[in-house]
């Protein structure tokens, strides 16, 4: 029989040997913590320089984005977004904790970078957090605590029972950053009808606020549906507010939007802002990159892109546009090349919101040297 020492070890042993013959870069994990063991971990997990024996009694850090297949782990800090995410993520292969199933959802989506989508909840803040290759390499990215590891609480990290799928999905990278972006501003809403006050104006004021962002009303439809059921008070009244703020806004009359949950106070300031901050549609996210990119010296748009980059992941505002390629322009300032277009314009959209069954071919853009999304 194996000694308890030996048992001990096992499951990290066992867990980085599956991985490592899956094709996943591996890094061992002081014990309890989410720290891998050396500082340079990135190079060596990179180069293979890991064996399964290294994880004795160590956690089994799994390396996201390209050096791991496109491997992303869409991470749930917010109890609401794990609460919310079935109703908006692809169904896929998702790990967790005894307190907290269902935190971690596993995709294979080719060009998406890291990002973080703070918002604010009670004094504090929560995060939906996209983890994967960083911005600033392509080499190594984020890594995160697999199955086979301990997480500082002293639960087990496992794998999710009854997951209708037992391998990562395949996802195009704009659908799955859109989800995530849908999905963060479902938690904000939860939350905020959670604090009790004035729901009735709160999913007028929302609702109208998400369609006058470019939200479709199918989008809108079912993201008050969701936080509805999540909130346990599936009220017949709250949908019938959205149907008439659907069909008011369909019909050409202003309706109630973000500024009037501000200007009544019905909810705070900065909680609104980050939901018009997270509600942006591809379609406005790369009409922002055009305005921060046209026009400007090679300094300004420098700024403005490490701006863009650092406000709700701007960093893949381009490429949340499907269906589109990239040139660069004699000057090398970013165009988006769409051969349907007869008038020149490089930046005309193929439709008014994105078709993510077109082919998906992430964007890359280039301003003297720095690399921008995907």
Same mark, same amino acid.
């Given at each position: 029989?194996?000694?308890?020492?030996?048992?001990?070890?096992?499951?990290?042993?066992?867990?980085?040997?599956?991985?490592?013959?899956?094709?996943?870069?591996?890094?061992?994990?002081?014990?309890?913590?989410?720290?891998?063991?050396?500082?340079?971990?990135?190079?060596?997990?990179?180069?293979?320089?890991?064996?399964?024996?290294?994880?004795?009694?160590?956690?089994?850090?799994?390396?996201?984005?390209?050096?791991?297949?496109?491997?992303?782990?869409?991470?749930?800090?917010?109890?609401?977004?794990?609460?919310?995410?079935?109703?908006?993520?692809?169904?896929?292969?998702?790990?967790?904790?005894?307190?907290?199933?269902?935190?971690?959802?596993?995709?294979?989506?080719?060009?998406?970078?890291?990002?973080?989508?703070?918002?604010?909840?009670?004094?504090?803040?929560?995060?939906?957090?996209?983890?994967?290759?960083?911005?600033?390499?392509?080499?190594?990215?984020?890594?995160?605590?697999?199955?086979?590891?301990?997480?500082?609480?002293?639960?087990?990290?496992?794998?999710?029972?009854?997951?209708?799928?037992?391998?990562?999905?395949?996802?195009?990278?704009?659908?799955?950053?859109?989800?995530?972006?849908?999905?963060?501003?479902?938690?904000?809403?939860?939350?905020?009808?959670?604090?009790?006050?004035?729901? &009735?104006?709160?999913?007028?004021?929302?609702? #109208?606020? =998400?369609? @006058?962002? *470019?939200?479709?009303?199918?989008? $809108?439809? !079912? +993201?008050?549906?969701?936080?509805?059921?999540?909130?346990?008070?599936?009220?017949?009244?709250?949908?019938?507010?959205?149907?008439?703020?659907?069909?008011?806004?369909? &019909?050409?009359?202003?309706?109630?939007?973000? #500024?009037? =949950?501000? @200007?009544? *106070?019905?909810?705070?300031?900065? $909680?609104? !802002? +980050?939901?018009?901050?997270?509600?942006?549609?591809?379609?406005?996210?790369?009409?922002?990159?055009?305005?921060?990119?046209?026009?400007?010296?090679?300094?300004?748009?420098?700024?403005?892109?490490?701006?863009?980059?650092?406000?709700?992941?701007?960093?893949?505002?381009?490429?949340?546009?499907?269906g589109f390629c990239t040139q660069a322009s004699a000057n090398?300032?970013?165009?988006?090349?769409?051969?349907?277009?007869?008038?020149?314009?490089?930046?005309?959209?193929?439709?008014?919101?994105?078709?993510?069954?077109?082919?998906?071919?992430?964007?890359?853009?280039?301003?003297?040297?720095?690399?921008?999304?995907?």
């Amino acid at each position: 029989a194996a000694s308890p020492a030996a048992e001990e070890k096992a499951p990290a042993v066992t867990a980085a040997a599956k991985y490592l013959g899956e094709g996943l870069k591996v890094v061992p994990v002081e014990p309890s913590t989410k720290s891998p063991k050396i500082k340079d971990w990135p190079q060596h997990a990179a180069n293979d320089a890991f064996t399964a024996e290294d994880f004795a009694g160590m956690n089994v850090g799994v390396v996201l984005g390209r050096v791991s297949g496109d491997l992303v782990d869409i991470d749930l800090d917010s109890a609401a977004a794990v609460a919310l995410a079935p109703a908006f993520l692809p169904p896929t292969l998702t790990f967790g904790r005894a307190s907290k199933r269902g935190s971690h959802w596993l995709y294979k989506a080719p060009g998406v970078r890291s990002a973080m989508y703070f918002f604010p909840v009670d004094g504090g803040r929560e995060l939906v957090e996209i983890r994967s290759t960083n911005a600033s390499s392509d080499l190594c990215g984020h890594q995160s605590v697999f199955p086979g590891s301990t997480h500082e609480s002293g639960e087990a990290v496992e794998w999710d029972e009854g997951c209708t799928h037992d391998e990562p999905q395949h996802v195009p990278g704009a659908e799955l950053v859109w989800a995530v972006c849908r999905l963060t501003v479902a938690s904000i809403i939860l939350n905020s009808y959670e604090a009790g006050k004035g729901r &009735n104006a709160q999913t007028l004021g929302y609702a #109208g606020g =998400l369609l @006058k962002s *470019g939200w479709t009303a199918d989008e $809108v439809r !079912d +993201a008050f549906t969701a936080i509805r059921e999540a909130s346990g008070d599936d009220r017949a009244k709250d949908a019938d507010a959205v149907e008439r703020v659907i069909a008011a806004f369909e &019909n050409g009359i202003d309706v109630q939007g973000f #500024g009037s =949950l501000k @200007k009544d *106070g019905v909810v705070p300031e900065h $909680v609104v !802002d +980050a939901v018009e901050r997270h509600a942006k549609t591809p379609e406005k996210r790369l009409r922002e990159v055009k305005m921060a990119t046209t026009g400007a010296g090679a300094g300004i748009r420098r700024a403005m892109i490490a701006e863009a980059r650092a406000v709700d992941a701007g960093a893949q505002a381009a490429d949340l546009v499907a269906g589109f390629c990239t040139q660069a322009s004699a000057n090398d300032s970013p165009c988006v090349n769409d051969p349907a277009n007869d008038d020149g314009d490089p930046w005309a959209l193929l439709g008014a919101r994105v078709d993510f069954s077109a082919e998906a071919e992430p964007l890359a853009y280039l301003v003297e040297g720095l690399p921008f999304a995907p």
